[in-house]
């Protein structure tokens, strides 16, 4: 089977989201187009961090598919996410999901897991010991998460999922986990995952 040539990044956001980074890595048009206010760092940031991933100096105002994913022509798929001080971002051939969370305490995590989650999942997460109920909910939600961007869809279809428990992927895609900086990254796209496949550019 072969191995598609996926490709990773995470970065602490404010390493990124100045001007000089800005200047150097996006085109002025599309540095016209970020948000004000507190989104503006985290939306730069997703962006240069593409750009540094991909060598591709000046990168060119993005399109948006039809729920707000955004893409280039000419450029490879890609996906980007964020969460807290870090960001991430996937580049695969294919659509492709990437989902980042860091990890931390969630008030009331398994009334949204029965919310979310298909009845065998939260099943499975109510029978582990009490200390891994938290760690397994990050990793069912950011699967979930993963597998919905790459879909083209958003979070509020997470509960229209039925993921297995085995792969957390649904037939045909393929998902990887792991964790940089305390931060857990769920990966998803339609060819399998190099075995120890990690970020090859991490900005801390």
Same mark, same amino acid.
């Given at each position: 089977?072969?191995? *598609?040539?996926?490709?990773? *990044?995470?970065?602490? #956001? ?15 048009? @599309? ?21 540094? @991933? ?20 000419? @450029? ?26 860091l990890l931390r305490p969630r008030p009331r995590f398994m009334s ?28 069912l939600w950011t699967a979930h998460e993963a597998v919905l961007k790459q879909q ?5 279809? #997470? ?42 550019? #991490?900005?801390?």
């Amino acid at each position: 089977m072969a191995v *598609a040539p996926y490709r990773l *990044a995470f970065a602490d #956001i404010a390493r990124l989201a100045d001007d000089a980074h800005v200047r150097r890595w996006l085109s002025p048009e @599309l540095a016209a187009a970020a948000p004000p206010g507190r989104r503006r760092p985290v939306w730069l940031a997703g962006r240069i961090l593409l750009a540094m @991933l991909l060598g591709w100096e000046a990168l060119p105002t993005l399109e948006r598919g039809p729920n707000g994913k955004p893409f280039h022509p000419q @450029l490879a798929n890609f996906n980007i996410s964020n969460s807290a001080t870090g960001v991430a971002v996937l580049v695969g051939e294919g659509e492709v999901g990437c989902d980042i969370e860091l990890l931390r305490p969630r008030p009331r995590f398994m009334s949204v897991a029965r919310h979310s989650f298909s009845g065998g999942l939260v099943d499975w997460l109510e029978r582990l010991p009490l200390q891994e109920q938290l760690p397994a909910f990050w990793r069912l939600w950011t699967a979930h998460e993963a597998v919905l961007k790459q879909q083209g869809g958003t979070v509020w279809q #997470i509960s229209s999922l039925d993921l297995p428990l085995e792969t957390l992927s649904p037939a045909g895609l393929h998902l990887s986990h792991f964790t940089v900086s305390n931060t857990l990254i769920a990966c998803c796209g339609r060819e399998p995952f190099a075995a120890g496949f990690t970020p090859e550019l #991490i900005l801390l």
